[in-house]
């Protein structure tokens, strides 16, 4: 699917693709892998300033936070062309699309000055402390503590799935300053340097690949973080994590969409060249439909958010992309069989995402449960837009 824009928007784009041509990194370098989401290699950090340097890191930015005060349809196009290459803005996406966001709404002056243009340059790279043993899915049932003494916090506790905190150089972390409080309210945003005494990190390693480590454990033994690094108001870290994506939220799922339009494709080449049987042919169809459907969904929600109206959609595409891409695994790798472990039968579908059917398929699992598992998702979808009572 292409659809045009306006003129202004589509000589944005043909400028964007001319500056990708002559400066995008090759696939040798993006393959050459991170150990980390909070690591950036060399190659990655040349990258992320390039892009920063000619306004193209965040498009709708202005100039001197790496971008051009692009429009929502410029922005659009900006992401589509980044999805059509499969080109990573950054290694360290918690970075960009989280912590910076969120330090340049709620940061004092002196927080912006510190950490916002250092992070768009790639200069410190940041991990998210959110998820803990027994509050994942319900965030607001953490319990690290933060301690007020003095102009200090004390933090105790203990952070789970902390993606690249053994990398970090910075976390944004929530924690609870009043246990007294309704637990929504009782928690605050402190940033946190990875190198404090006190902190711990013991990252869990994967099963698909043993040089590559991102989920960890990260434990806080008597952490003293200055009264300077609380961001927002104190016990008024909630409101941090329900906005931090606000700028882009309704253009990231692109991304994803775009991926399932590969896979969909690839997946038709295959059962074509299996000869499968009528069964089949149907599950393919219906998984090449539902990823037409996904971008067609996602570009509604974008038109109303262009025109400044609610776009309820975009509460649905996070759960039906990540379980459209689960079941869409698992049919390919039927249809192959014992080949689907093989690598190189997915790999060019993929152009630079190595890896087999069967790896797909088990990672896709994570993806139902990253950024709010499935079930959290429906029940956003049944409060939020199908407007259902709380039991």
Partial sequence: MRLRYDDQTEAFRNDLITWLDDNAPTPDEIGSGKRSSADLPAWARAWQ???????????GWPPELGGRNATPSQQMAYFEELARRDLPRTTNPQALGIVAP??????????????????????????????????????????????????TFVVNGQKVWTSGAHHADWCLCYVRTDPAAPKHKGISALIIDMKTPGITCRPLPELTDPHYADFNEVFFTDVVVPRQNLLGDLNGGWPITQGSLAHERSMLWIQ?????????????????ERNVDAHVVDQVAALWIDAQAMMLMGYRGF????????????????????????????????????????????????????????????????????????EIQRNIVAERVLGLPRK
């Avoid at 998820?131 to 319900?138: F, I, K, L, R, T």
């Fill in 256 to 272: 994803n969409a775009q991926t399932l339009q590969v896979l969909a494709d690839a997946l038709i080449t295959m059962a074509r």
């Fill in 102 to 151: 969120s330090v340049l709404d709620y940061g004092t002056d002196e927080q912006k000055e510190r950490f916002v243009v250092p992070t768009l340059r790639a200069e410190i790279a940041w991990c998210i402390g959110m998820s803990e043993p027994g509050a994942g899915s319900d965030l607001a049932a953490l319990s690290t503590r933060g301690v007020v003494d003095g102009d």
């Fill in 303 to 374: 038109s109303k958010y262009a025109a400044g109206k609610s776009n309820p959609e975009h509460s649905i595409l996070k759960l039906f992309g990540s379980e459209t891409q689960r079941r869409l695994a698992l049919t390919a790798h039927e249809v192959l069989g014992p080949d689907g472990l093989d690598m190189a039968v997915l790999a060019p579908s993929l152009q630079l995402r190595p890896g087999s059917w069967a790896e797909l398929y088990l990672r896709a699992f994570g993806s139902t449960i990253a950024g709010g598992t499935s």
């Fill in 49 to 59: 300033r390039r892009l920063f340097d000619a306004g193209y890191l965040v498009p």
